[in-house]
């Protein structure tokens, strides 16, 4: 259908166009401001729902493909399409873009019109990434999306707010600059072997880059990734960003901004740099596993509601990253699975921390405690997300942490066992929080008078609540959509780590000896 060739192109650009609309209304009148941006959000995400509908399952192949010449003298195309790994991605960006707008309804009082622009802007530059089929049109993205999360923190976070968003920009930018080094030094040897100009992604590794050159891309795209996910030891700037962030820039940041790490090293590390991937498996599954046991160990003594919570995200995003290198079916679509499951559980979680903070203004877990006596509903709300987040069976979180574990042990059961701790001290860390602040007595008078859940705020975690127990009962439809595609990355891998079994080692052209 006509539909099929343009969709992509449609959900990406829809939010920006309701960014410039909001620009031209006039100032002050933030009801219809507010009105656009959830309009544009909640029809970018119903847009979206006709991906899975017309999604071939049974193919590895980038469908929804739409491809234009953009700058041809370097090579450069619109290049866009989707496949099994991006599938959920999209639809968890466009979900929680909508849910993140909803939720900033209330809250957000100053500066509304800029607020909802960056907001829709993020949408696009996330999508953008997720979407790119040309490195050059995924780089604009990637450096698109800081712009607004930097100023969604700089000037609508808290107290400690522009010290977070510097560091958060000076991170991220320290990577993507490493990236874009990696992608042009790509970029030249494909043209020292073609004699072509292309950011093709496909195309760019048609000559097959020797494994000694693959190394050093390899580390460049690495950092980026890492620090995107983050991964220990470059997670520092995540506890500051996510405190310091208003709610639903938590939710984004939690929910998708940490999963493009995790996407680069599935779209890019391993199928285009195989064997160096390979030969760092050790230093991946080494930094995952501290990850795991760290963030979870951290996030036991945290005395902050969303410090908590941020640092259970190390730990989470641990696990996918031990997934992913495990490099079979189970563990990477796990991964997959996960990313999607730790967006919805730890989204879901900061917008619970946001509730409470907006009615008490305060994120201590000591100003709490005894909140289910007059919150009911919040705390019913807040026991199944917590249940999620740690893995009870029924839930999305068990599902994607078992094919991880499953993947990890088929490799290494020490790997396994590290993981399990990792679930076990999850567990700990959620059920104690949620002692401490929903039983025992009310020790401040003040929590004696708080409202429950209102429909607006309803409206943005049900949405959440029904997708964490459809995946947990019923995860074939998600699993099906990515086995393809995820076995394509596995086969190529293998392929490649065989064929250099067989072969003498290349040896390097003199130009591509001048570009490294």
Known sequence: MALDGWILTLITFLPTVGAVLILLAPPGRLAPIRGLALAFSTATFVLSLWIPWRFDMATADMQ???????????????????????????????????????????????????????????????????????????????????????????????????????KFFLYTLFGSVLMLLG??????????????????????????????????????????????????????????????????????????????????????????????????????????????????????????????????????????????????????????????????????????????????????????GGLSGVMPVYATCFAIIMLSSMGLPGLNGFVGEILILLGAFRVDWRWAAAGAIGIVLGAAYLLWLYQRTMFGPITHEENRTLTDLDGRELATLVPIIILCFWIGLYPMPFLNAMAPSVNKVIQKVNATAALRAEAPAPRLPEEAKTVR
């Open 64 to 166: 929804f493909v739409q491809q234009v010449p953009w700058i041809p003298a370097i090579g450069v195309s619109y290049f866009v399409g989707l496949d099994g790994i991006s599938l959920w991605l999209i639809l968890l960006t466009t979900l929680l873009s909508a849910i993140s707008v909803l939720a900033s309804w209330g809250p957000i009082t100053e500066r509304v019109k800029e607020y909802m622009v960056f907001m829709l802007l993020l949408e696009t530059g996330m999508l953008g990434v997720f979407v790119s089929l040309d490195f050059f049109l995924f780089y604009v993205f990637w450096e698109v999306m800081l712009v607004p999360m930097y100023f969604l923190i700089g000037v609508w976070g808290g107290p400690r707010k522009l010290y977070a968003a510097i």
């Open 183 to 368: 992608i042009l030094a790509i970029f030249f040897y494909h043209h020292a072997q073609t004699g072509e100009y292309t950011f093709n992604i496909f195309r760019m590794v048609e000559p097959g880059l020797p494994p000694n050159y693959q190394w050093w891309i390899w580390l460049s795209f690495f950092i980026a990734f890492a620090i995107k996910v983050p991964m220990f030891p470059f997670h520092t700037w995540l506890p500051d960003a996510h405190v310091e962030a208003p709610t639903a820039g938590s939710v984004i940041l939690a929910g998708v901004l940490l999963k493009m790490g995790t996407y680069g090293f599935l779209r890019f590390s391993l199928p285009m740099l195989p064997d160096a991937s390979r030969e760092f498996i050790w230093l991946i599954v080494l930094l995952s596993v501290i990850a795991i046991i760290y963030g979870a160990m951290v996030s036991l003594v945290q005395p902050d509601m969303k410090k908590l919570i941020a640092y259970s995200s190390v730990s989470h995003m641990g696990f996918v990253t031990l997934g992913i290198f495990a490099l079979n079916a189970q563990g990477i679509q796990g991964s997959i699975l996960q990313m999607v499951n730790h967006g919805l559980s730890t989204g879901a979680l900061f917008l619970i921390v946001g509730l409470i903070y907006d009615r008490r203004h305060t994120r201590m877990i000591a100003d709490l």
